[in-house]
């Protein structure tokens, strides 16, 4: 095993950035720059394996096998270097991912500070940013003089779902690694690889996610994601009529919600008790005097994560409604394509027969306005609704 295994379908990007490990090998030796460079930009559709190629990327830079003195490529995988950074242990690898809705001016001065630290290894001091997406405005400004004037030894691995996704000052001083979509049977050696997932359930898992790793993932262990995902693609076969859409809208933002909410039921009482028993308080009783305020920003984090869940879930479903359209545009065209949705070919069929090339292009535009309406705050009941009006007229 090596750090790149678990690159799932990214042979061209797994070559590219060894060769860069090698290239950081060589300056820490005194040997020119070669092909390394202080920032990167991993781009990617969700769920591709961005954060994970950053990982591997960063526990390559930390590499200390032996076998390098004898020619071997960094990133073996297994020794303490590699193990601690792909672990989240180790000492000059900071690796950081947002549950709110957007990283803030004050979260990336504190990690602007930690990044001009002088690496304790002596290798490189690296700093993943998962969520490079979610800066705002004046984040990125922050984050872009800490680029344009790099602490020595300092790596920026930045990642987002495209390059549009990043401010332009800053992708335009980052070398971009773009990865793709992987092939679904790669995604289904995977599930069966590392968890022993059964190999129907892998391949119906891979085709229906499209993809993404994490989504395929969850539909081939969670049988409650497999259940919320075909009430979701029952939709197309209900939109003519408008009693049974509306509820469709609804359960639609219901199960957003729930998802949501189990979130919250998981995290926010074990980090409330968690504040509380660091802040003094025994027990369920008093909080001392001064600490409302801390209380306070706790919750409105809370409430904020809340709200991305919420947003990531509607996302991911409305990928999937995007998904079955695609694929009544294939059958429409006969289009020599994998059918993500090949076990559905008989509602396939039949919304393609009773609908043509344009009404489904229009369809698949209501869908993406749709997402970007959720994206910009517009109330997620209001903007589905709207998608299923438009759905329904096509």
């Not at 820490?28 to 961005?50: D, S």
């Not at 270097?81 to 979260?107: F, P, Q, Y």
């Not at 229906?208 to 075909?230: H, N, P, T, V, W």
């Not at 504040?275 to 919750?299: D, F, I, N, Q, Y």
Request: aromatic share 2%; proline share 4%; hydrophobic share 45%.
């Amino acid at each position: 095993m090596t750090v790149w295994d678990d690159l799932v379908g990214q042979d061209r990007v797994a070559e590219q950035l060894r060769t860069a490990a090698g290239a950081a090998r060589a300056v820490l030796a005194g040997e020119g720059v070669g092909g390394m460079t202080h920032a990167w930009l991993f781009t990617g559709p969700p769920g591709v394996g961005t954060a994970t190629a950053a990982r591997a990327f960063a526990a390559a830079l930390q590499c200390v096998s032996p076998d390098l003195a004898l020619g071997a490529e960094p990133g073996c995988g297994h020794c303490d270097g590699c193990h601690t950074a792909l672990t989240g242990t180790h000492a000059d690898v900071d690796v950081v991912a947002t549950e709110l809705l957007s990283i803030g001016v004050k979260e990336t001065r504190d990690l602007v500070r930690r990044a001009a630290m002088t690496p304790a290894g002596g290798r490189w001091q690296v700093i993943v940013l998962e969520d490079a997406g979610r800066l705002t405005e004046g984040a990125g400004n922050v984050l872009l003089k800490a680029i344009e004037e790099p602490a020595d030894r300092t790596v920026w691995l930045l990642c987002a779902p495209s390059l549009e996704d990043a401010l332009p000052t800053i992708r335009s001083r980052c070398r971009h690694v773009a990865l793709r979509t992987p092939p679904a049977g790669a995604v289904a050696d995977l599930l069966m690889r590392r968890d022993g997932i059964d190999p129907a359930m892998a391949a119906f898992a891979a085709a229906a996610s499209g993809g993404d790793i994490k989504s395929a993932r969850r539909l081939a262990l969670d049988e409650q994601a497999r259940g919320r995902r075909a009430d979701v693609l029952r939709i197309p076969m209900v939109v003519g009529d408008i009693g049974l859409a509306m509820a469709a809208a609804q359960r639609l933002v219901d199960a957003a919600a729930e998802d949501a909410k189990q979130v919250a039921a998981d995290l926010d009482g074990r980090e409330t008790e968690d504040l509380r028993a660091a802040l003094g308080a025994v027990g369920g009783g008093r909080m001392p005097s001064g600490t409302a305020g801390v209380m306070k920003e706790l919750e409105n984090k809370q409430k904020k994560r809340a709200t991305r869940t919420q947003r990531d879930c509607l996302d991911r479903a409305l990928v999937d409604l995007t998904a079955f359209y695609r694929d009544v545009l294939a059958v429409q065209l006969r289009a020599a394509v994998p059918l993500a949705n090949d076990v559905l070919r008989a509602d396939l069929d039949t919304v393609a027969r009773t609908s043509t090339p344009e009404a489904t292009l229009r369809r698949i535009e209501a869908i993406l306005a749709c997402r970007r309406a959720i994206d910009a705050n517009v109330a997620p009941l209001l903007a589905v609704e709207a998608m299923v009006l438009t759905l329904r007229t096509g």
